[in-house]
């Protein structure tokens, strides 16, 4: 479940898009319920994928960082890469979703997704890799708010929307629990590059379902869009201040992974640490001179009551969950000499234990205050961490790792789903 959580965010943009009627949309509420469902699927699986590409990924990082040369720090970008890439287009994919045809983003990302896979499959050098799996979290960017646009709007009747939004959201943590167990098997009886390669089909099999039976925009819609109108839409994407956030959180992890290696007082970690602490500087101070409308992250936001700390919550998953299993699959693996499929199934209780957790989440939100339930979950996660780094050796699993891998999900799951309601709500 580490990306599942990240992968069900819903950008501003799709709060107000439910209140639009444009002809489309219309027509997709109207579409005949076997088609509806197939396309639920199909969307779900969108989302499925996301997750899937991360989790399973987790078991190949050993074989390829061997094969390739890959240092224990780049290594990280293998993931880093696509969940950066992820999330600061997220934003801005829902708003594309929201002014153009969703049918047509989603397209595109399925596209992005399957080519740039196929191609990191071929690829046997570490940079063009890590490229590819940063363009592959461009796709993924784009498919997830554009599948979720379409949902909504393929189920208009608010019991049918919510039990539809539910199963979007739990088709992550499916894909992460699956993606572990799956990446092993590959792994272990084919050969890496086999784990892209299954993107790239699932990538592929989405693209064409959804182009055959989503419905295509009417040419009536475009037609009511002047050329200024159009060039406002472009601007409310706000490409500048994107790319401003995006290279400098970029800039700012290579600067801490080189420290990491080379030393905090070189200039090539210094370097892009200083750069990048002025970009995303002049990401807020661009974001600042812009109207409430055009701005990816508006300022606004952060003047609403506990936003920034709740924005520092809801990173601490993504940090938890990537960080214990980047780490933990690299030292089975490439320590105690694991298989991937033996470093899989001790890595379960990351995932199994998130649907039973989202239920208990739910049940302690409507007994006890919503600000007590966080820390309470926060405070598990706490407990569960501390016992992680007495997991020193394959006889201390059952003693330490998996009572720590329990009581971390569970707090974070707890958390992070509160978290979300409060911000929901």
């Known amino acids: 479940m580490s990306n599942a959580a990240h ?3 819903i950008p501003h943009s799709f709060q107000d898009s439910v209140s639009n009627h444009r002809p489309e949309d219309k027509v997709l509420a109207a579409l005949p319920t076997p088609r509806k469902v197939i396309l639920l699927i199909s969307l779900c699986v969108a989302q499925f994928l996301d997750t899937f590409a991360n989790s399973s990924l987790f078991a190949a990082i050993p074989p390829i960082s061997v094969q390739l040369g890959i240092s224990n720090s780049d290594s990280v970008w293998l993931i ?12 801005s994919s829902g708003r594309l979703s929201d002014l153009y045809n969703p049918k047509y983003v989603f397209l595109s990302g399925a596209a992005a997704i399957a080519g740039f896979s196929l191609a990191a499959g071929f690829v046997r050098t570490q940079v063009p890799l890590i490229i590819l799996r940063a363009l592959m979290g461009v796709g993924a960017a ?3 708010p554009s599948a979720l646009y379409l949902i909504i709007h393929l189920f208009p009747n608010p019991a049918q929307q919510s039990k539809a939004v539910a199963l979007f959201a739990a088709s992550a943590a499916l ?7 799956i990446g092993a098997l590959i792994v272990s009886f084919s050969s890496w590059p086999w784990v892209f390669y299954t993107f790239a089909i699932i990538g592929a099999v989405l693209f064409f379902v959804v182009a055959i039976l989503s419905p295509s925009p009417r ?8 050329v200024l109108n159009e060039a406002r839409r472009f601007r409310s994407l706000d490409l500048f201040g994107v790319f401003l956030m995006t290279s400098g959180l970029v800039l700012f992890i290579f600067g801490v992974t080189t420290g990491s290696v080379n030393g905090w007082d070189t200039a090539q970690c210094l370097t892009p640490l200083i750069i990048s602490v002025f970009l995303i500087t002049g990401f807020f101070v661009w974001e600042a001179r812009l109207s409430e409308d055009m701005a990816a992250i508006p300022p606004s936001l952060w003047r609403v009551r506990n936003f920034a700390v709740l924005a520092a919550s809801a990173t601490l998953p993504f940090m938890w969950w990537g960080a214990v299993q980047l780490l933990f699959s690299w030292i089975w693996q490439n320590v105690y000499g694991w298989t991937p499929i033996i470093a899989a199934l001790h890595f379960l209780p990351l995932g199994l234990l998130g649907f039973p957790m989202n239920l208990l989440s739910s049940l302690l939100q409507q007994k ?18 501390l016992l992680l780094p007495f997991g020193n050796s394959p006889q201390h699993y059952w003693r330490f790792v998996f009572p720590g891998f329990c009581l971390g999900t569970s707090g974070i799951t707890i958390a992070f789903t509160t978290v979300k309601h409060v911000v929901y709500h």
Not at 80 to 91: E, V
Not at 219 to 226: D, G, I
Request: hydrophobic share 50%; aromatic share 12%.
């Open 80 to 91: 880093s890469g696509y969940q950066l890439t992820f999330a600061s287009l997220l934003l």
């Open 142 to 144: 784009l498919t997830v």
């Open 219 to 226: 040419s009536a819609y475009r037609a009511h869009h002047s």
């Open 7 to 9: 992968s069900s965010e």
């Open 368 to 385: 006890f205050p919503l600000k007590w339930v966080i820390v309470f979950g926060q405070l598990i996660a706490i407990a569960g961490s």
């Open 175 to 181: 894909g992460n629990v699956i993606g572990l167990i």
